[in-house]
């Protein structure tokens, strides 16, 4: 019979070959899968696919992605709302085997860099070991205190057509998924509120909470209260997003390599105007990229000197140096005697069979199978990927033969495993898809705490290939149905003596800053051209192609200052631009979607979510809400060419900066990050007022163009309203300069701008005790300004040039410029490039 099904338009199919988590050989629903079954066929496929396009939603809210290196792509995390189910009898089988293997695992690793007794008995030859590249020599000797030498350890598995587990491949390098675990949950739980509460599933709070433990245990001795940080790649790095959502959800630092220096007494992070002790540092890089001096030399990601101080017991790296040789494929082969050896017992959680192709054995077994195995290299130095040998051809498997018959210890062959299928929602209901379950485990006491459940991935399409994220493989949360109301403990409410807390200056390193301060920059650029923008686009509605002298002259001069105000030359300045003036859509269009060109929105954006990518710890998640919709606003139009669709850009450009800037004042906490970001919003819409004053009204043109660029001026600073219901009808020169230069009631004027930068300046480390440069700079600007006479800056020569407006709007703006660039170079660390010693 055709089990429950969410589809109306077909029933749901399992995969003929392979078990099926949702219905058994006989057609039949699963017992455990019954309830969520019927409730997916009583939702049915339009429900579900609205509960996708939620589900992806607020994945994109979040700012959950998963990028590609090599071109700074952002692609979107993709998940089915639909779950795994796996009962809890089941679960702690399977919870028992990963214990196990994790126990074994750190017992390997602790041999394979100390006494490497498995490599004098001959249970795994040297070759195999001393070949793999994840095999550290300079990590010899590093130890993590306690007997747990593998922190935190993953598993990805899948079923064969019997339904048992078999363990494909061990992670233990830096093991990635529990934050998109994590993520998949809060927003699987959100769209399915109902299911996953009548469901009773296991939580997964208490694992972060025993992630948490195990790091602060993991401290060199004497540490009482030590200092963790997580030590991320970079903001491009593919799983970003989970390095971010880790120091958020632990509460720890997200720092990169050039945030953290050694000296003989341990590892420092270097914090604004000081250095900060670092005791712990979970490691998202990989582990040849982390010490420039003792191991991959080219290496920009690390931090000279790691090595020694891991050596020395000063800091604790987790997961520890090295422990990628124990992702060695061919250890593989090896593993169910090291079992043997070490366990005195067979795992109870099989290996896929793997041989290794520099044993005789191994190698004959391998060439006599090769169109029906999966090919590994060793290493990556073997110069192949991962190849499926049914997918070649006969010259392609003639060719692979000869590589590894050259190098038969340079190759690694492996069953292949038809994993088992899951219900995965499509645009046309439920198909059956390949799926894999990476499950996780951290150090708790002597063994190992594992999270119930962990990060189901499927494959894309319904054939059996690999399933990874650069594949485009769609992930899954997993639900292990708890048998009896989950007993909670471990609270994070806690009793007892009031905890100091950490003073706010320790937790904001120089990169840290620098990124807020840009973020703060770029955030006010965008929006000051957006509005310039807008105002010159309704002037063309009015004036492009008129007779009316006075509008046309005020349109040329719109589109003459946002060139110089954005710095876009040529644009409407220089060669050409007389034919850009006549046709202005074009370029008008490119200072909206450029994002390559400097001074352009799209390039302020980009800007903008590089740094806030680069501090996701310090943001809070509503912030990527703002975040999200610019990735896509400026992205949408990128081919786009009417009007139409650049002015709706520009809306909502604006709307996602005014949001932005609301956060940024109702939700950020007053910290040191914030004041770098507010002083560079001010420093920014500073410079951009004097710009466009300097571009604008420096110059007589006549009462009847001047009213009209007056008027534009005052729109474009947010200021025509005010000045309106100020003055009536009464426009003048000098009140304008008024209202946007002294008035510092206006939160739009210059005054207000310089009083703010000059309160988040003093907010700033202070060095000597002396007004630093960037304060001088802000004083020497402010002082001018009180002392600017309005009337005077507004008179004409007789060429009709204001000279007086002109001095002291340059003035102005050399001064805060100079600001701006002191603050850089007092606060920031700029790195001198690195050169290899070879």
């Not at 019979?1 to 995969?15: G, I, K, S, V």
Request: charged share 25%; with cysteine; proline share 5%.
């Amino acid at each position: 019979m055709n089990p429950p099904t969410a589809t109306t338009d077909a029933p749901y199919r399992p995969l003929d070959g392979c078990y099926d988590e949702m219905v058994d050989a006989r057609g039949e629903t699963r017992e455990h899968w019954t309830p969520l079954a019927e409730a997916l066929r009583g939702l049915g496929t339009a429900a579900l696919l609205d509960r996708r396009a939620e589900a992806a939603r607020l994945l994109d809210q979040d700012g959950v992605v998963y990028h590609a290196y090599e071109d700074q792509r952002s692609d979107a995390w993709l998940l089915d709302p639909l779950p795994t189910v796996l009962t809890s009898r089941e679960w702690l089988l399977l919870e028992a085997g990963l214990i196990e293997r994790a126990e074994l695992l750190n017992l390997v690793l602790e041999d394979l860099y100390g006494a490497r007794d498995l490599l004098r008995r001959g249970i795994v030859p040297p070759e195999v070991v001393y070949g793999h590249d994840g095999f550290l020599r300079a990590c010899d000797g590093i130890r993590l205190p306690g007997t747990q030498q593998l922190f935190s350890y993953a598993a990805d598995l899948g079923r064969d057509a019997s339904g048992a587990w078999v363990v494909v491949s061990d992670r233990a390098q830096a093991p990635s998924g529990f934050g998109y675990a994590l993520e998949n949950r809060l927003v699987v739980s959100r769209v399915l509120p109902s299911l996953y509460r009548d469901a009773h599933v296991h939580r997964l709070a208490p694992f972060f909470r025993q992630l948490r433990t195990a790091l602060q245990e993991a401290a060199p001795p004497g540490v009482d209260d030590p200092r963790i940080v997580v030590l991320s790649p970079g903001p491009w790095n593919e799983t970003a997003f989970e390095h971010g959502i880790l120091a958020s959800t632990l509460g720890y630092p997200l720092v990169e390599g050039a945030d953290l220096t050694v000296r003989r007494d341990g590892v420092w992070m270097r914090s604004l105007g000081r250095l900060e002790p670092v005791h712990v540092i979970l490691r998202r890089v990989d582990g040849d990229s982390c010490d420039p001096l003792e191991l991959r030399a080219d290496s920009l990601l690390g931090v000279p000197g790691l090595v020694e101080a891991s050596r020395r017991g000063v800091v604790s790296v987790v997961n520890t140096l090295g422990s990628s040789a124990l992702e060695n494929p061919a250890l593989l082969a090896y593993l169910p005697r090291i079992s043997r050896h070490l366990l005195g017992r067979e795992l109870r959680l099989p290996t896929v069979p793997s041989w290794w192709c520099g044993d005789e054995d191994g190698r004959a077994e391998v060439l006599a199978r090769l169109d029906e195995l999966v090919v590994r290299p060793l290493s990556r130095g073997a110069g192949s990927a991962t190849v499926f040998g049914w997918e070649l051809s006969n010259h392609e498997l003639e060719e692979l033969r000869a590589r590894i018959e050259a190098r038969p210890g340079a190759w690694v062959g492996q069953e292949r495993v038809i994993t088992s299928s899951t219900p995965t929602l499509t645009d046309d209901g439920l198909v059956a898809r390949r799926s894999l379950l990476r499950s996780f485990a951290v150090a708790r006491n002597d063994s190992y705490a594992v999270m119930p459940g962990g990060l189901t991935r499927v494959a894309p399409d319904d054939g059996d290939g690999r399933i990874s994220n650069q594949a485009g493989a769609i992930s899954k949360d997993t639900w292990v149905l708890a048998s009896e109301p989950e007993h909670l403990t471990g609270f994070w409410l806690q009793t007892g003596p009031v905890v100091e807390g950490i003073d706010p200056m320790a937790q904001v390193p120089s990169r840290v800053a620098e990124n807020l301060f840009w973020l703060g920059r770029y955030a006010e650029r965008a929006e000051s051209v957006t509005r310039l923008l807008r105002v010159i686009d309704d002037r063309r509605t009015e004036f492009e192609g008129s007779d009316n002298p006075a509008g046309v002259e005020a349109l040329r001069t719109l589109l003459q200052a946002v060139t110089r105000v954005t710095a876009t030359e040529p644009g409407f300045l220089g060669d050409g631009a007389s034919q850009r003036l006549a046709s202005p859509g074009t370029e008008l269009r490119d200072l909206v979607i450029d994002e390559r060109r400097p001074g352009t929105v799209g390039h302020a954006i980009r800007g903008m979510l590089g740094a806030a990518y680069a501090v996701r710890d310090q943001l809070s998640t509503d912030t990527f809400l703002v975040v999200g919709t610019l990735d896509r606003t400026i992205g949408g139009i990128s081919g786009a060419a009417r009007a139409a669709t650049v002015q709706a850009a520009l809306g909502k450009v604006m709307q996602s900066v005014l949001a932005f800037s609301g956060l940024a004042q109702e939700s950020m906490v007053r910290d040191l990050g914030w004041r770098f970001m507010d002083a560079g919003r001010r420093l920014e819409r500073a410079l951009q007022l004097l710009a466009l004053l300097r571009a604008t009204v420096t110059t007589d043109r006549g009462t009847a163009a001047d009213s009209l660029v007056l008027e534009s001026v005052l729109a474009a600073g947010e200021s025509l309203i005010t000045y309106r219901r100020r003055y009536r009808s009464q426009a003048q020169l000098a009140t304008l300069l008024d209202l946007l230069l002294l008035d510092d009631g206006n939160p739009r004027s210059l005054a207000h701008q310089l009083a703010r930068a000059a309160e988040d300046l003093a907010e700033l480390p202070a060095g000597s005790g002396r007004l630093r440069e960037d304060q001088r700079r802000v004083l020497e600007a402010s002082t001018a300004l009180q002392l600017a006479d309005v009337g005077g800056l507004a008179l004409s020569g007789a060429d009709g040039d204001r000279p007086a407006l002109s001095a002291f709007l340059d003035e102005q703006l050399r001064l805060l410029e100079e600001a701006a660039l002191a603050l850089e170079r007092d606060h920031f660390v700029h790195r001198l490039p690195q050169r290899t010693l070879s």
